[in-house]
């Protein structure tokens, strides 16, 4: 599981992935929604890890904390 919380933060392995949670509407986030259903490492990890394929943890505890 650990190795999975290591992909899933990961970054520099796919950095597509990132770009396509934040902008799921856009032309990359679209092509990147391509990339995932052919199949990719780090967001299958990430989709395990954090159970959705929204937006990153991160940018949920910024909205949580502003409360």
Known sequence: MEMKK???????ICPGC??????PD?????KVRNH?????ISH???VEVYG????SPKK?????DDK
């Open 26 to 30: 856009s032309f990359i986030g679209k």
């Open 6 to 12: 290591v992909l899933a933060g990961w970054s520099k």
């Open 44 to 46: 299958n990890a990430y």
């Open 60 to 64: 949920d505890n910024e909205k949580s």
């Open 52 to 55: 959705s394929e929204g937006s």
């Open 18 to 23: 990132n770009i396509g949670r934040k902008y």
């Open 36 to 40: 995932w259903e052919k199949g990719c």
